[in-house]
């Protein structure tokens, strides 16, 4: 079972940025897909951004512009560099890594944007 490790949440005033991180125990991480999701107070689980072993991304609409997903197969890492937040992007947001016969949850962590 590989084990995901969040980090870079916090709180940031409206127009700031933030970087999360996700780090996988494991190997051959290059060929994992990773996603991102996050969950706000009230509301359901809404995927965020994606990213596949080549390294091509999606997002949602809602943080298309704003919102690089990358990798570093290096460090085993995926990231979510987030600029322009504004107070809707507060939420617990969870790395999710995964293949077709497996898939890893991160424990969440919190971005809180104040106005």
């Known amino acids: 079972q590989v084990q995901l490790v969040e980090s870079g949440g916090g709180v940031v005033q409206a127009g700031g940025s933030l970087r999360l991180s996700c780090a996988a125990s494991?190997?051959?991480?290059?060929?994992?897909?990773g996603r991102w999701y996050r969950q706000a107070p009230g509301k359901q689980r809404e995927f965020v951004a994606g990213i596949t072993p080549g390294g091509s991304t999606n997002y949602a609409d809602s943080v298309k512009g704003r919102f690089t997903m990358s990798r570093d197969n290096a460090k085993n890492t995926v990231y979510l560099q987030m600029n322009n937040l504004n107070p809707e992007d507060t939420a617990v947001y969870y790395c999710n890594v995964y293949r077709a016969s497996w898939s890893s949850w991160g424990q969440g962590i919190q971005v809180t944007v104040s106005s």
């Open positions: 494991g190997s051959a991480f290059s060929i994992n897909f």
